[in-house]
């Protein structure tokens, strides 16, 4: 892990390698099945745009098949070295590239791609900042190819037991600290996705939320994965000012190693939601066919 924060060297909370990897797993069949909904053609090219470690690397690769290819984007720079790492150890045979760059300002030529992926990425982006970057997914992917975007909505967060509206008091504490905080918005998104790519120009999108809800006793990466993610909201809220009432359990979950964690009762459950939207590219206005 890189800090509380599990923040890599953008500065950026939750993008380190150790904690995705964790992550990925804990989550792993929800997030396959999201990629799945997506309809990856074997043959195509594929760019995951905020790669991370390379959680969805290797379905990538299994999905676009031998006469397909994957690239990769991230902004932080190690997390490309590993993806590297991996690629050189044999481990991602259709990895064509992999290349540090933003959402924002995609190093790729118009229409280089079949199919975008991204996940858990535009979370970090402010609203102009998403709006860009949508415009960007348009114009490397051809017309006719698949923009996917996937992120979590942290309002549908649950832990049992504990206040049902823990996460709310959390969500709305952030930004009333600080509006401008982009990852508090942007984790607040998810649901919103299918108006933010229809707007974007993208056609035909779809829209599909998924529940990941795991109940006592917990898997060890599951626990680890909750726990993590648990101990770096229980800071966020100490910083916040939740209400005084949160306050004992955010303090009871600050400790993720602690023997009275709450997960650990026979009787524990927590969630995570997270939304994939997926839209076409719509042919260029303006290109005449001949
Ligand atoms: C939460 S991780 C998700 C990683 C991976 N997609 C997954 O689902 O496991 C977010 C990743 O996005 C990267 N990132 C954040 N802002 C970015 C930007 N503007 N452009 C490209 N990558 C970005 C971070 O470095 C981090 O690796």
Redesign the pocket.
């Known amino acids: 892990m890189t800090g509380a924060g599990h923040e890599?060297s953008?500065g950026?909370a939750?993008?380190g390698a150790g904690w995705?990897d964790v992550?990925?797993e804990a989550c792993r069949p929800e997030?396959e099945e999201m990629l799945r909904f997506v309809g990856v053609p074997p043959g195509s090219r594929a760019l995951?745009?905020?790669?991370?470690?390379?959680?969805?690397l290797t379905q990538l690769s299994d999905l676009v098949g031998a006469s397909g290819s994957v690239h990769a984007?991230?902004?932080?720079p190690e997390?490309i070295a590993l993806v590297e790492e991996r690629r050189a150890s044999g481990e991602l045979p259709r990895l064509a590239e992999a290349r540090v760059?933003?959402?924002?300002e995609l190093p790729y030529p118009d229409d280089s791609f079949d199919v975008l992926w991204?996940?858990?990425?535009t979370?970090?982006?402010d609203d102009a900042?998403f709006e860009n970057?949508l415009a960007e997914f348009q114009r490397v992917t051809r017309p006719g190819g698949v923009v996917a975007v996937?992120d979590v909505d942290v309002m549908l967060a649950r832990l049992y037991p504990a206040d049902p509206f823990l996460f709310p008091h959390l969500c709305e504490a952030s930004l009333w600290a600080d509006p401008d905080d982009a990852q508090s918005r942007g984790s607040l998104r998810g649901r919103e996705l299918r108006r933010w790519l229809e707007r974007s120009g993208l056609h035909e999108v779809r829209q599909r939320t998924t529940m990941i809800e795991r109940w006592a006793p917990l898997q060890p990466v599951e626990r680890r994965f909750f726990a993590d993610w648990l101990s770096h909201l229980a800071g966020l809220a100490e910083e916040r000012g939740v209400p005084e009432a949160d306050l004992a359990t955010w303090r009871s979950l600050r400790d993720p190693d602690s023997p009275d964690h709450p997960l650990d009762r026979l009787d524990s459950y927590a969630c995570e939601a997270q939304v994939v939207a997926v839209g076409s590219v719509p042919k260029r206005t303006g290109v005449v066919e001949s």
Not at 48 to 56: F, K, L
Not at 101 to 104: D, E, P
Not at 118 to 121: D, G, H, K, S, W
């Open positions: 890599t953008t950026q939750l993008s995705l992550h990925f997030y995951d745009a905020g790669c991370g470690s390379g959680g969805y984007l991230d902004l932080a997390n760059g933003t959402l924002t991204c996940a858990n990425t979370q970090y982006l900042e970057a996937k």
